[in-house]
């Protein structure tokens, strides 16, 4: 059956989805990863040729892989209509064809996430229509976000939302409900606002359960849905985007440069220099435990690569990783794939190599929720800051919190008062150690880190208040 033959490479981190797809030793592969090894890696392994690389638009959220892998295989990039680009590359046409084995693509043109956006129709050898990869155009549950086009186009996001409309019922929802979607994001993405944890479905469920194919939905109805509650796109979107767009250097060289082993003395020195940013990567819990002074941390296991991107402002910026032994290579390439090229170094050994050589270390002060609860109890006007997503807290705070998302920071930062002890949250303790890390870096230690999950204050008798209920009732 076909559908066998489409493989879906899903990425936690950035939840994007590839696509590598054969067929009588011809294969193609939809918005590749940075690293290039999973396509050739299966393209070897089964003895087949990658003849084309598509490209739904121009990603904002990660650096794509097509020229890279073009490079490494000969094969031949393909965008849609209106993708203008510093390298070579096919720019199809609406409705235009490609044949490899004995399947094909038909390219239909659906701009509104990005002008030049396009969703892949895969055809069989009887010319059925069999799935089609939607890019940020169609999300399970969801659609594209129409704003991260508008500095570059000089379209509102009013404009492009109604580009999208019609893409979605000209193009899209006349196609046949057998056809499988495959969309390039699912939950964690911030290309939507409510993509589903599926990453894959029918498109006839998709007319039934997605809100934004509703049959009975006007235009007028559509924009406004679309564009109401828009949080600002993180600010390496658009770098990441004309990355993509205009060329960027060799993933191998990244790795080469990026996996250079760093001793204690050389860390000392770095440590010295205002461009240097020392990145620890481990366990949130390790961290807080001790870690070297002038560490920011942005743990692995977590959304590494898009809050990196959130929070560190320049690409250019030069990094040396702290790491979990064995887990260098991997910080190194997920730094990579969301345009951070300049890590310079790792510490060999990681940080129990430091401490073991006795060398100075910072701790964060931190408590579990237990604790926070027992303590507020009996200290109820103690400055708390929540800085989870503004529809997280208006879901669900604690009463006397204020809400300060982590993913402003760099605006509250100044402003923030270290003369008072601060208390820190989110919903697990990742983002808040991230938070406390970045203060600490910035001379404002005075805080208190609260690890555990959210849920657990809701076990406490501390006050909420919630979407439903009246502050403090």
Not at 216 to 235: S, V
Not at 282 to 293: L, M
Request: proline share 4%; with cysteine; net charge negative.
């Amino acid at each position: 059956m076909i559908e066998t033959q489409i493989e879906q490479i899903y990425t936690n981190c950035l939840a994007q989805g590839s696509y590598f797809i054969e067929s009588e030793g011809e294969a193609i592969v939809i918005d590749p990863l940075r690293e290039t090894f999973p396509y050739l890696n299966r393209a070897s392994e089964r003895g087949v040729k990658i003849k084309y690389i598509f490209e739904t638009h121009f990603h904002a959220d990660f650096v794509s892989g097509h020229l890279d892998l073009a490079k490494k295989t000969g094969a031949s990039i393909v965008y849609g209509p209106n993708a203008e680009t510093s390298f070579e590359k096919i720019s199809a046409e609406d409705g235009q064809i490609f044949n490899f084995g004995k399947l094909s693509i038909k390219v239909l043109h659906t701009p509104g996430h990005t002008p030049e956006s396009s969703t892949f129709l895969l055809l069989d050898e009887n010319g059925k229509e069999v799935s089609i990869f939607t890019g940020d155009t169609l999300f399970i549950s969801d659609v594209g976000r129409p704003d991260l086009a508008q500095k570059a186009t000089n379209l509102s996001k009013e404009d492009l939302a109604g580009w999208m409309f019609d893409s979605l019922r000209n193009k899209i929802m006349p196609l046949p409900d057998h056809v499988m979607v495959y969309p390039a994001h699912g939950a964690g993405s911030a290309c939507g606002k409510n993509m589903s944890s599926e990453t894959f479905d029918t498109l006839g469920n998709q007319k039934k359960t997605n809100y934004a194919l509703r049959a009975d939905m006007t235009k007028e109805e559509f924009i406004k849905e679309l564009t109401h509650g828009l949080m600002a796109p993180p600010q390496y979107f658009s770098k990441n985007a004309k990355l993509n767009k205009m060329g960027y250097g060799a993933i191998d060289h990244v790795m080469e440069t990026g996996l250079k082993a760093l001793n204690v003395a050389d860390i000392e020195l770095l440590q010295q220099q205002e461009d240097v940013l020392l990145l620890d990567v481990r366990d949130k819990w390790d961290f807080v435990k001790g870690y070297v002074p002038g560490s920011v941390f942005i743990g692995l296991d977590g959304s590494f690569a898009p809050w990196v991107g959130a929070l560190i402002e320049d690409l250019n910026q030069k990094i040396v990783v702290i790491a979990p032994t064995g887990r260098e290579e991997e910080a190194v390439r997920r730094l990579a794939r969301v345009g951070y090229d300049n890590t310079i170094g790792y510490l060999k050994g990681g940080f129990e190599i430091w401490s073991n050589a006795g060398k100075k270390i910072k701790q964060i002060e931190t408590l579990n929720i237990d604790t926070f609860a027992e303590f507020y109890i009996n200290h109820p006007k103690i400055p708390v800051i929540d800085i989870r997503k503004p529809g997280e807290f208006e879901s669900s705070h604690l009463t006397s919190a204020v809400n300060k998302p982590l993913d402003f920071i760099h605006d509250w930062l100044s402003s923030f008062d270290p003369s008072e002890k601060t208390y820190l949250h989110c919903r697990s303790g990742y983002r808040s150690t991230v938070a406390s890390s970045l203060l600490s870096k910035h001379g404002k230690s005075n805080v208190v880190n609260v690890i555990g999950s959210f849920d657990d204050f809701k076990e406490t008798k501390l006050s909420m208040c919630t979407a439903e209920t009246a502050c403090g009732s």
